[in-house]
């Protein structure tokens, strides 16, 4: 499902316009990205928590050249599924 047949959903079922419904799903995309820059999580019962772990410093190498490389340090976004949502998929 992409972000457009995500807001004809939201739409269809909570019974408002799409651009209503556009509006409500980029609030909580923008919550969720301004909770995780302030490396705050998020926790939406039902779905999962959204966290922000770290990717330390390490090297690897070019894949094309096979040359050594350093890749840097790194915040990434983790998702962790909560049981309402592992229960619905079994």
């Not at 966290?51 to 190498?61: I, L, M, N, P, Q």
């Amino acid at each position: 499902m992409n972000k457009a047949e995500m807001v004809d959903h939201i739409a269809r079922h909570a019974d408002i316009s799409k651009a209503a419904a556009e509006r409500a799903l980029d609030a909580v995309i923008n919550g969720v990205k301004t909770s995780l820059k302030k490396n705050t999580a998020v926790s939406l019962v039902g779905l999962g928590t959204f966290s922000v772990g770290k990717r330390e410093a390490r090297s690897g190498r070019n894949p094309q050249t096979g040359a050594p490389i350093s890749i840097k340090a790194a915040r990434i976004p983790r998702f962790r599924a909560g049981k309402a949502l592992k229960d619905a998929l079994n």
